[in-house]
């Protein structure tokens, strides 16, 4: 059974001073915490069992604001933290959680209209050790990790490239196989000092073990001023037609 796990961690300090006395995945998203959001795309996804990852300083608040994802018809599993150490390193955590079962990660910032439950399925039926990413067609594709595209296959990925080899931005959801926490355990910190997702992704790329899908939806993430308005108006937009 495929198991999915919510990354909620880092400071969030591009939206500070919004995140000075809270984690910016508490934040609303016109009107429910930004966290609700990932948590409604594996849900609605068939994916029940979820573990979520944040920073110790606000664990409690994801606690009191989740439970044990009842409400949610999920069962909730936490997991600290200790330092910002980045995406791949917050993945690290939960190797124990999956289980020696495949996973599906999403950004705790990342907002989604696409319905993922037919590529679950894909993946979890699947045999082979590939992993699985999304691309959007972004304008500023220099914010995100772009994907070089050959073939319509994914020959390498670059982190926030001054000069992108493509406007296609890797998304932050990602189906990996059990071998992800192999991929990680490989890994140097970049030259921020953490342990990036992109160097995960680029693991499988060189190998051609990476499956790429192109979103119909809209996506975008909300870590940003710009992107969680764009976000919160999507989701307002969507209430008035009855989303």
């Known amino acids: 059974m495929v198991k999915g796990v919510i990354l909620a961690g880092g400071t969030g300090s591009r939206l500070f001073p919004l995140t000075k006395i809270t984690n910016k995945h508490l934040l609303p998203v016109y009107d429910k915490p930004m966290i609700y959001y990932p948590v409604k795309t594996l849900v609605s996804a068939g994916i029940r069992d979820i573990l979520i990852v944040s920073g110790a300083e606000h664990a409690g608040d994801f606690l009191r ?3 044990s994802g009842k409400e949610f018809g999920a069962k909730f599993t936490y997991e600290i933290q200790e330092n910002a150490g980045g995406i791949a390193d917050a993945l690290r955590l939960a190797e124990g959680f999956s289980g020696g079962e495949k996973i ?3 950004l705790g910032d990342n907002i989604f ?3 993922f439950a037919a590529h679950v399925m894909e ?3 699947g045999k082979s050790e590939s992993a699985m990413v999304f691309l959007k067609k972004v304008p500023d594709a220099n914010r995100f990790g772009v994907a070089e595209l050959e073939g319509g296959k994914i020959k390498g990925i670059e982190e926030k490239p001054k000069k992108p080899k493509s406007d296609y931005a890797v998304t932050g959801l990602y189906f990996y196989p ?3 926490f192999d991929a990680i355990k490989q890994l140097r910190p970049s030259g921020r ?4 997702i992109t160097d995960v992704n680029n693991y499988y790329a060189k190998s051609g073990k990476i ?3 192109i979103l119909k939806g809209f996506w975008s993430d909300a870590g940003t001023f710009d992107s969680l308005f764009r976000a919160s108006e999507f989701v307002k937009q969507k209430k008035l037609q009855g989303f």
Do not use: H, Q, T
Not at 193 to 196: F, H, L
């Open 65 to 67: 604001l989740l439970g």
């Open 104 to 106: 599906v990660a999403i």
């Open 113 to 115: 209209e696409d319905n």
């Open 123 to 125: 993946f979890e039926s």
């Open 178 to 180: 059990k071998s992800v």
């Open 193 to 196: 000092g953490e342990y990036e």
């Open 211 to 213: 499956k790429a899908n």
